[in-house]
């Protein structure tokens, strides 16, 4: 029998629909891309000044996490968790005393970066910066969650060390929203105090990127062809 044309045109505007649709949200570890700036930069270390974390922001005054003790870092893992808040383009960055995310936050800041004109968040830089050979941090068990539950993101996971900064760039796959990013970290004992020893979850910003007026107008031809079809057959 032969397939009447209003269900293979349909068909046709279904898949198109479907294959131009972004996902839910993740991140994908790749090379940074060139041109991008730093949007917010949330920093922990093993001792700055007896502040163990801050909270850099574009545009906007450097705020510190504090000082829940001193030697708090020193062979004991901690759990953290950057949050950001796509509708307000804030960004929070908090530090437990738990291995768990369980608990108040030992330490917490937030700020909300100006965004550089027509730039857009793309990506984290999940990294470190040690100046000692005898320096070392890891980050364990980061996860990723756009509001459909965490992921683990096996490749933000890494042991740090030796005298040099390290770059772990993941970039953003899907439609960019509200999402939490959290993991563990440990600052071995015997490392050197200082703002050397730091761990930091960057967020970087780009310029952009706009649809190609062909693809706009494949996605308004598909959407006019599919009410066409509704109107006509109703």
Not at 14 to 20: A, D, G, K, V
Not at 108 to 123: D, E, I, K
Not at 149 to 178: D, E, K, P
């Amino acid at each position: 029998m032969k397939t009447p044309y209003f269900i293979t045109a349909l068909t046709a505007v279904t898949l198109l629909l479907s294959s131009t649709a972004q996902a839910g949200l993740s991140l994908v570890q790749q090379a940074q891309p060139d041109g991008t700036t730093s949007l917010f930069n949330a920093i922990a270390t093993l001792n700055f000044g007896n502040q163990k974390s801050r909270l850099e922001a574009a545009g906007q005054a450097t705020v510190q996490g504090g000082n829940p003790g001193n030697g708090w870092f020193n062979n004991q893992l901690r759990s953290w968790e950057v949050l950001w808040n796509n509708s307000t383009g804030t960004v929070t960055f908090n530090v437990f005393a738990s291995s768990d995310w369980t608990g108040g936050a030992a330490m917490s800041t937030t700020r909300t970066p100006v965004f550089t004109a027509g730039y857009a968040l793309v990506g984290l830089d999940i990294g470190a910066r040690l100046t000692s050979t005898d320096q070392s941090v890891t980050l364990s068990d980061v996860a990723f969650n756009d509001g459909n539950g965490f992921v683990a993101v096996s490749t933000a996971n890494a042991t740090y060390s030796g005298n040099q900064f390290f770059n772990n760039y993941h970039g953003f796959a899907g439609t960019l929203g509200n999402f939490t990013l959290r993991g563990k970290a440990i600052f071995p004992t015997g490392t050197a105090t200082g703002d050397s020893m730091r761990f930091f979850i960057n967020g970087r910003q780009a310029e952009a990127v706009i649809p190609a007026p062909g693809a706009i107008l494949l996605g308004s031809l598909g959407l006019g062809l599919f009410g066409a079809l509704k109107r006509r057959f109703a």
